[in-house]
C-alpha cells in the first residue's frame, strides 16, 4: 500500500533582495500574480491555490530579519 504524505508546517525559505523589496515581505505567489496580471492572463481557481503554496515556499524580504 503506498503510504500517504504528511504536510508539515514550515517556515517559508527567506531570500533577501534589497532594493528589490521596500518594507514589506512578498511571497513568490504574490510575485507571480502581479507578473501574470500585468501581461493579460486572467487568473483562474487554481492561481489562487497554486498562489498560497508558493507563498508559504519562498518569500522575498528587502531587510534582514
Same mark, same amino acid.
Given at each position: 500500500?503506498?503510504?500517504?504524505? +504528511?504536510?508539515?508546517?514550515? !517556515?517559508?525559505?527567506? +531570500?533577501? &533582495?534589497?532594493?528589490?523589496?521596500?518594507?514589506?515581505? #512578498?511571497? &513568490?505567489?504574490? +510575485?507571480? /500574480? /502581479? !507578473?501574470?496580471?500585468?501581461?493579460? #492572463? *486572467?487568473? %483562474?481557481?487554481? %492561481?489562487?491555490? *497554486? !498562489? !498560497?503554496? &508558493?507563498?508559504?515556499?519562498? +518569500?522575498?524580504?528587502?531587510?534582514? /530579519?
Amino acid at each position: 500500500m503506498p503510504r500517504e504524505r +504528511v504536510k508539515r508546517p514550515h !517556515a517559508p525559505h527567506r +531570500v533577501r &533582495l534589497p532594493g528589490f523589496v521596500n518594507e514589506a515581505d #512578498i511571497g &513568490l505567489g504574490e +510575485v507571480t /500574480k /502581479k !507578473a501574470t496580471a500585468y501581461f493579460g #492572463i *486572467r487568473p %483562474c481557481g487554481g %492561481c489562487a491555490r *497554486r !498562489a !498560497a503554496y &508558493l507563498d508559504s515556499w519562498l +518569500v522575498f524580504s528587502g531587510r534582514r /530579519k
